[in-house]
């Protein structure tokens, strides 16, 4: 019990686990998941539905970070990706053309990872602070989808496209799948392969990283793209799932959403160790959250007290240092502040 | 014995870390006007008890008197207050800050509550005078080598108006002339009467300076002893717990066998770092390099390893000029670097010992192809043991890991890797006697094996014990380059280093 | 501006630290000369004062944030602070109350509302930035709560304060709250070199372990640069209240951004321990040249808008950066 | 004017020195880009002053009330003939319009009022009423269910939070409807006038909600979201849940011609003629009336289905 008690996810999910109760004593049948045409539908499949797109950036988010770089721009690439896609897919003569659909899929991911290289030369390269490198693509780049939008909303009409995100396969929401996907291949290269490692090891101390033979810089382009093309494939799900690309407002503030989903996923902003399932439970956090007020409806001048109230608790919970002021255990697991790190200066 | 009251008194403190206990009812008293040394291998529990005493941790059990008084400090603020200042053993400092700063922050000439900068530096560059060093007090300290940050560290130490000083490893990295400018700031400490605990692995210095010692083991009290009545062998057995037998087996060092020459460098050079110089390393054989502090040993480590850009010169690896750019090349040529800054430069505080130990392996062979992990458990098992890190578990954070067993932790990482160039700069740093010896047998096998070793170390008897060849620097100059015979002692080093003479 | 780098010790020839932000400051004199040739009408005294009057409020909010940080840490909360202190004080002012004790209210909350977040991020060792994003959601709810609809300010003195000209001759003029930043930066300039809690506050920066074995009060410290910062927020709001007049929920919303980039831009790392406020002034100048230049090339569209400003931001920081790594 | 919103970056501020020569230099400053309503809006004012031969100065202030008024002190400085914006809050706006009436340039309000006592500062406003709008969507509400004696659940998606037309389109429908109690408003949340948040707070309403009979959209967009989220689970929009809507863009026309929608209040973009009238008026000194109501009308199904073919939006 104590073992289950100290895993470093047991915090996370107890406060999902609570805040999926708190809808049940508001909603009836919140828990119940049922079959409707072939589909499986209720507030549960929802809330993953829904979060798909969060957990996608937020899991981009989670490697940026772990290297101790952060990405603001990930909402204007979403805008971006979504604002291409529907613009190729508006101008196809039959837009159920599944070819058509795919090349302009490729052509939005295509630009997504090239702003995402983008990203990593200004980081990596050039050796700008991430913070004002991503600030340049996160002001840009919003421009940019609205000048490919033209400031309005394309819709598109296409069934192909509408599966990325609000369609179903094998009973499930497809956008489910691809993050389930995301999620394997992500956890395949990080912890299978050892791109993990060496993330761990950049945002640790960069520039022991260096003396250890780690190309520092090949490691923070490869994130930076990942980012940004987990970011693309969230800009193609929140358009596809409204059959329209809105780039004034797609993906507007998900960057905060995301870095507070890797953070109450337990990964520290100042790099080093990163946790993938941590980061997925922050996002389902967040995203229940928002179900949450919803559902119970709290009025809307009253959300954000009730989101500072719930992320105060969450942080509260969450901090060892908390828990055992608080519930008076005698003695303190060592260890002056584990959250300060050294900084090393590269000085070369 | 009519010793006089002890001024501090420590009794059955135990502290338990997550799986380790640190330190079980251990006693410790500090008389006024001694220098008391604490004993004990790595691991052994020193660190923790100073820091159990100066209020960096709380402490389970036992109880702390100072002055008669009983006192639990709550921060190392506090502890410093009562009057107690402390050098702890990693370099606890603000390399961002002014070397001035890193001396009187905290306790800065106010007028008014306005820091006076101008007297600061001015009495700032007095403090370390008296040291004999000669520094640009409002340069940032980060921009100095480890071995003068542990000398700032040292002046802000002494400088505090204390009745406890505490030094914990403070000459791993100073050469002998620090040494002997330490001990003798210490000496007039002592007179002052005020107790001084001291902390080295270097048992010449213990016997020099020390007048009691407390000996710990496995976080347990061996025993307390005067010097005078201790052998060195005596002490090295209570520490150890059994007889240390092959200590000074290395003395003769056969003479270089004929290899081929591996690395040569023609007037490689850095400006502001090292002057150019001419250097050619054999298969095989071990180098030494042997110089004052910042005369440049460093500077020449990092140009052959490509941390640093060289400004001049061409450097030559199997008779190929090659120009390294950077680590990663200088790795892919098999050359391995062991930095003496373990905390800056060496270690992920935040991963694992066995990730610690596998990186730079698996950073040679890329990401795409991780090293299996039943071969890492191997390789990393094999490390642990031959350097016996301790505690043994592969999976404990570094971070948590006494001071030499880090050290040991980043040799691992690059034995590992199978190097034909070795470079080790200070990689004996805070380690204890047993596992020195070890480390110094591996080299001398390594080398016979064909590695090729350039081995840095402020100790010249290490330097003088397993190199087949010195190199003198000084002032950012290679001065000389010494055949290790028969007529190559400490003394004909120094000298050389002194004088700045070829030979 | 100059005075501030008066306070800075220039008097070794240019040390090697004061370079990026002599760099900084080079630019932005390159970067308005550029507009001034390229404008007609640019290259005026009142342009460069029109950027001090149009961001004293940015300039407040970012001094406090370079305390933060400096220290290593951030704040999100801003702001939502901002926005709070003008709507309390709008909300407050219509019920009459005197505006001192308005003003002197609003310093108050915002500063207790910093104590606070300090005091949650240092005991509880929270990362600061779920702590001040809490407090950003707090703030800003705290803002619906006394009204969605924004509220006029008619108090005289407000008003007062409002339409003085503090004229410096020559057609030029500065407004009050211009005034009130530059003391804010002057006392902040010399809170952090001067002061033990300034240099503390470099010290935490630098490594926040190696501060607290040095003996210095790290928790008293953190507490204070976001007790500081919560000040100069909620100080930061009452000038945006004399430049607007009224108290609205949604005002600020996103400053917090534009101070952290200012702070940044002006050469600080966001890892803490290196910075100076000159720097700071110099990030807020540049932000500001920035929209200047963008409302005198006049017919940008929406985006074309934004783009341009990622453009001549990117080209600052390049620039910044390539002097800054070659004179090294 | 709709939607609101935020906004995470810098900005902006638009116009360079105006020339002096019988060409009316208008300065124009804009929100920003928040919706496609804004676009409409600002596509509009672009391009009637290219008809009516104004130079127009433009700027973005990125929802931003302290760019629109950098912006505007900078179109004072360079002395333009006509000051035009379209504010993003009423208040505050005294003293940056008094500098304007210092420097004998007439302002212009479009879109959205400012709550200035002094009505001497600015000539004329020229917009929609937003709670008028309201009203009007709640009259066909009454209407529609006048025969009717049961409870009429209504679910209300509001605009961005403290935005004038969320505060106002909400104030206005609840005005009306209150009179009668069978109205009752069960569940009302902000969608921040996007489809996507309309879709998912819906989806959230018909979980929670077992039985909604009528959607007030404060936006088109969100109630096109709405419909999606309506349609996924398995209802159908127009006749099992009746919806209403402001603003009356293209897609959300089409929608209503469609029977997805079955009312909308429409809310023009299309100021811009209107304004270059006025802007000149106000440049020779001619009186103009304080305040010109955009001509704006209802679409119901059937004359959705007549209008959809020419309008231009
Ligand atoms: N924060 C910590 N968490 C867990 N274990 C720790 C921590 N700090 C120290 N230890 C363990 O406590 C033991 C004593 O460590 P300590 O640093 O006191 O050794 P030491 O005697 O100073 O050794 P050295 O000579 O290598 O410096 C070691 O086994 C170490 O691994
Ligand atoms: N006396 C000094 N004055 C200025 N800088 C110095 C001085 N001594 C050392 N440094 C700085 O310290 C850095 C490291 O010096 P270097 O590599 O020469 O040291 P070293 O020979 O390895 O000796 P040690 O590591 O024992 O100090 C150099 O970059 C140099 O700038
Ligand atoms: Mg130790
Ligand atoms: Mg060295």
Redesign the pocket.
Known sequence: MTRFLRHRLFWPVAILVALLALNLVFTDNFFRVQMKDGHLYGSLIDIVRFGAPLILVSLGMTLVIATSGIDLSVGSVVAIAGALACLRISDLDDQNSIGGVLAAVGIALALSVALGVWNGLLVAGIGIQPIIATLILMVAGRGLAQLITDGQITTVNSSPYKLIGGGYWLTLPFSIIIVAVVLALTAFLTRRLALGLLIESVGGNAEASRLSGISARGVLITVYTFCALCAGIAGLMISSNVSSADGNNAGLWIELDAILAVVIGGTSLAGGRFSLGGTVLGALIIQTLTTTIYSIGVPPETTLLFKALVVTIVCLLQSPAFREKVFHRRRRP??PSPVTEEKVRVSA | MAAPAPILRMSGIG?Q????K??DDVDFRLLPGEVHALM????????????VLTGV?DIDAGEIELEGRRVAFSSPLAAQQAGISTVY?EVNLCANLSVAENIFIGREPRRLGRIQWKKMRRRAEEILSRLDLDLDVSAPLSSYSLAIQQMVAIARAVDIDAKVLIL??PTSSLDAGEVAQLFRVMRRLKEQGIAILF?S?FLDQIYEISDRMTI?RN?TLVGEYLTSELSQVELVGKMIGRELADLEKLEDRPPAREGAPLVETELLGRTGAIEPFTLTIHEGEVVGLAGLLGSGRTEIARLLFGADHAGTGALKIDGQAVSLRTPRSAVARKIAFCSENRRAEGLIPDLTVRENIILALQAARGWTRPIPRRRQDELVEKYISALNI??ANPE??V?????????KVLLARWLILEPRLLILDEPTR???VGAKAEIQRLVAELSDGGMAVLFISAELEEVLRLSHKVGVLRDRRLVAELDNDEGLTTDRLTETIASGAIS | MTSVTGLLDLRRTVPQKYIPVMVTAGLFVAMFVAGGIRYEGFATGQIVLNVFIDNAFLLVVAVGMTFVILTGGIDLSVGSVVGLSTMVSASLLKDGWPAFGVMALVLVIGAVLGLGMGAIIHYFEIQPFIVTLAGMFLARGLCYTISTDSIPIENATFTAIAQTRVDLGGDMWVSPSVLIALVVVLAAAYVLHYTRLGRNVYATGGSEQSALLMGLPVARTKIAVYTVSGFCSALGGLLFAFYSLSGYGLSAVGMELDAIAAVVIGGTLLTGGSGYLLGTVLGVLVLGLIQTIISFEGTLSSWWTKIFIGLLLFAFILLQRLITARRR | GCSGGGDGDSSASGGSAGGGDDKIVMGFSQVGAESGWRTANTKSVQESAKEAGIDLKFSDAQQKQENQIKAIRSYIQQKVDVIAFSPVVESGWDTVLKEAQNAKIPVILTDRAVDSKDTSLYKTFLGSDFVEEGKKAGQWLVDEYKDSKDTVNIVELQGTTGSAPANDRKAGFSEIISADPKFKVIASQSGDFTRAKGKEVMEAFLKSNPKIDVLYAHNDDMGLGAIEAIEGAGKVPGKDIKIITVDAVHDGMQALADGKINYIVECSPLLGPQLMDLAKKVVKGEQVPPRVVTEETTFTQEQAKEALPNRKY
Request: aromatic fraction near 4%.
């Open positions: 060592q260890s | 502290k870390f997550p799986g380790v640190a330190l004990g291998e790595n691991g052994a529990g020193k660190s923790t008890l100073i820091k941790y053993q914990d490893e902390v692995h710990l976080g301790r505690p404990q954070l971070r948590n890991l006494s001071g030499g067993n880090q050290q805070g380690i204890d």
